[in-house]
């Protein structure tokens, strides 16, 4: 027999401002994601004020006490990716499902597209592709290894010149 669980306790503001900064402590953050969150626990417990709850301004909050730096997420996380091997259209994919703000976007845009060659390489070396490869790839693992370097988010020409080249071979820093 399974004990029943009580509903939680609708939120106040010193609960939600509670929760906004565990989450902002224990997890890198961007203000949109914040946001969400807040929002989320709103709906999934409630609102026990008069006055209406808003997560949007306490978010603002933590980013003006500097809890909270959009600009260092998208830093972090863009050389996260890029050392993964993903490339700068998937870095981007990330950046905005994590409510990544434009002008942010556009700052670390000169960071990616310096860092894309290696994490190309990076990407190719950890799947065994081009000059990381053994060398008995036919055409249909080609094309299977340019399809994993596109879903990876690297350019046409630079993932069409790694999967062509042969083990051993070096992949020059013009090539995209």
């Not at 310096?114 to 055409?139: M, N, V, Y």
Request: with cysteine.
């Amino acid at each position: 027999m399974s004990a029943e669980r009580r509903p939680p306790k609708p939120l106040d503001g010193r609960s939600l401002e509670h929760l906004a900064l565990r989450y902002v402590e224990r997890f890198a953050t961007t203000e949109g994601k914040l946001v969400d969150y807040l929002n989320r626990k709103l709906r999934e417990r409630g609102w026990a004020e008069a006055d209406p709850a808003s997560p949007t301004e306490l978010a603002a909050r933590m980013v003006a006490l500097g809890y909270i730096d959009d600009r260092a997420y998208a830093e972090a996380k863009a050389a996260s990716l890029a050392r993964r091997g993903l490339g700068a259209r998937r870095v981007r994919q990330a950046l905005q499902a994590a409510r990544v703000g434009v002008e942010d976007h556009e700052a670390i845009a000169p960071q990616l597209a310096e860092a894309a060659r290696d994490a190309a390489l990076a990407f190719a070396r950890r799947k065994r592709i081009g000059p990381f490869g053994d060398g008995t790839a036919d055409r249909a693992l080609r094309e299977k290894h340019f399809a994993a370097m596109m879903r990876a988010g690297h350019g046409t020409a630079l993932s069409r010149r790694i999967v062509t080249a042969a083990p051993g071979d070096t992949i020059d820093e013009d090539c995209y």
